[in-house]
C-alpha cells in the first residue's frame, strides 16, 4: 500500500485557481477521514492559499508563483523530492504531473483522454486515473481517493477562522456579487438594478461584494450607484474567510460564474449562480450533499438542494468561448439576455428549499 497510516505523507498538488482549490477540499477531506493522522499537504499558487485558510483537514500549505518558470519548479522538485509517500496531481497538465512524479515515491494523477503527453503520464504515474468529460470536477477528484481504495467525501470545506462580524447587517440580507473576473461572464447592469430593488422591497438589506481593484470598483459603482436601493458596500474589504462567514448567515446569494460562487455554495448559503457560456456540468457550485454529477450542459434553471444553476438556454449553449467574440472582454449574448424573472424564479426555490 502506498499509504501506510499514521505515518504516512500525502501531497496533493492544484495549481489552478480559487475555485478549483475550493473544489479539492472534498478530495483532501475524503483522505484525511481515511489517514486520520497522516501529514496532508497542499500545493497551490500563491494567492489562492486562502482558499484553505483554517481548513483542518490540511497539514501545511506550500505554493508556488502563478506562472513558475523552470528554474522555480525545478527547484520546487529537488527541494521536495521523493519526500510524500504518496503526491497527488488533481490535473492533467505537464507541470502538475511532473511534480507528482518528483515529489511522491508513489505519484497519482490525472489524465485526459485525449490530452498530449496521456503516453508517457499513463507510463510514469504509479497509477494514471483517465479524467471524465461527462463527470464534474469533484467527481473526477474523487477517482483519484478511489484509486487509494478510500471511501469518498463529497462535502466542500469553506475557509474558517475570526470573521470581523461588525462590518455585516444585524438583519436578513441578501449578497449580491456582480462583477467576475473576466467581462463576458458578466450579466446586464439592469438586471442587477432590479434584483437589488426587489430583494430590498422584501425586505432584505442588500450587500454587494467584489474585488478589491479600481477597475473593479469602478464597474461596481457604475452597477450600484444607480439602483436606487441603499446598498452596503463591502467590495474589497474581506478576506476569504470573512466571505465565507458573511455567506453562511445569508439568505440569498446571487453571482455570475465565479470563484465567490462556489464558496457560497460550499458555505450552505442558497446560491443562485448564473452561467453563460461555460457549462455547469463541468465545474458549477458545488452543491454539499450530492452524491454525483449534479448539472447537466444547459438548462433554464436547475435545482440542486439549495444550489440553482440559471441560463438562458440559446441554441448555442454551452458554446465554452470566451463570450460571443471569443475574448475576455467579450459580451454574451445568453446573459445580456437572461431576464430577470427568471432570476427571481430560481431565488424563490432556493430560498424555500431544505438543505441536502
Known amino acids: 500500500m502506498p499509504v501506510n497510516g499514521d505515518r504516512s505523507t500525502i501531497l496533493v498538488i492544484t495549481l489552478r485557481r480559487l475555485g478549483d482549490v475550493l473544489l479539492t477540499t472534498a478530495l483532501v477531506a475524503t483522505l484525511r477521514r481515511a489517514y486520520p493522522q497522516a501529514r496532508i499537504d497542499v500545493l497551490v499558487f500563491a494567492g489562492t492559499q486562502g482558499m484553505l485558510a483554517g481548513n483542518c483537514d490540511v497539514s501545511n500549505v506550500l505554493t508556488l508563483s502563478l506562472k513558475p518558470g523552470l528554474r522555480e519548479l525545478f527547484r520546487t522538485g529537488r527541494t521536495l523530492g521523493q519526500r510524500y ?9 505537464d507541470r502538475p504531473t511532473g511534480l507528482a512524479l518528483a515529489m511522491g515515491r508513489h505519484s497519482i494523477g490525472l489524465v485526459g483522454r485525449k490530452a498530449a503527453g496521456r503516453w508517457w503520464k499513463s507510463r510514469l504515474l504509479s497509477q494514471s486515473v483517465e479524467e471524465l468529460a461527462s463527470e464534474h470536477r469533484v467527481i473526477n477528484l474523487a477517482r483519484l481517493s478511489d484509486a487509494l481504495g478510500v471511501p469518498r467525501h463529497l462535502t466542500l470545506a469553506a475557509p474558517q477562522g475570526a470573521a470581523p462580524a461588525h462590518l455585516f447587517p444585524d438583519q436578513p440580507y441578501a449578497v449580491l456579487h456582480a462583477n467576475p473576473m473576466y467581462a463576458y461572464r458578466r450579466w446586464h447592469r439592469q438586471g442587477w438594478q432590479g434584483l437589488a430593488r426587489i430583494l430590498s422591497a422584501r425586505g432584505l438589506t442588500i450587500v454587494a461584494t467584489g474585488g478589491p481593484g479600481a477597475d473593479e470598483r ?31 448567515k445569508a439568505s440569498i446569494y446571487v453571482g455570475p460564474d465565479t470563484s465567490m460562487s462556489h464558496l457560497a455554495a460550499a458555505a450552505g448559503c442558497p446560491t443562485v449562480a448564473l452561467y453563460g457560456p461555460a457549462s455547469p456540468h ?3 457550485p458545488w452543491p454539499n450533499g450530492a452524491d454525483a454529477t449534479p448539472w447537466v450542459p444547459s438548462g433554464t434553471i436547475q435545482i440542486h438542494g439549495r444550489v440553482a444553476v440559471v441560463q438562458k438556454p440559446l441554441y448555442c449553449l454551452p458554446c465554452q468561448r470566451t463570450g460571443c467574440d471569443n475574448h475576455y472582454l467579450s459580451r454574451s449574448r445568453c446573459l445580456d439576455e437572461l431576464p430577470l424573472s427568471q432570476v427571481i424564479a430560481a431565488i424563490d426555490r432556493v430560498m424555500t428549499a431544505e438543505r441536502c
Not at 85 to 93: E, K, L, N, R
Not at 221 to 248: K, Q
Open 282 to 284: 463541468d465545474i458549477g
Open 85 to 93: 509517500d504518496v503526491a497527488i496531481s488533481t490535473q492533467s497538465g
Open 218 to 248: 469602478a464597474y461596481l459603482d457604475s452597477v450600484w450607484n444607480e439602483a436606487g436601493v441603499p446598498i452596503m458596500r463591502l467590495d474589497g474589504r474581506l478576506d476569504f474567510i470573512a466571505n465565507a462567514a458573511l455567506l453562511a
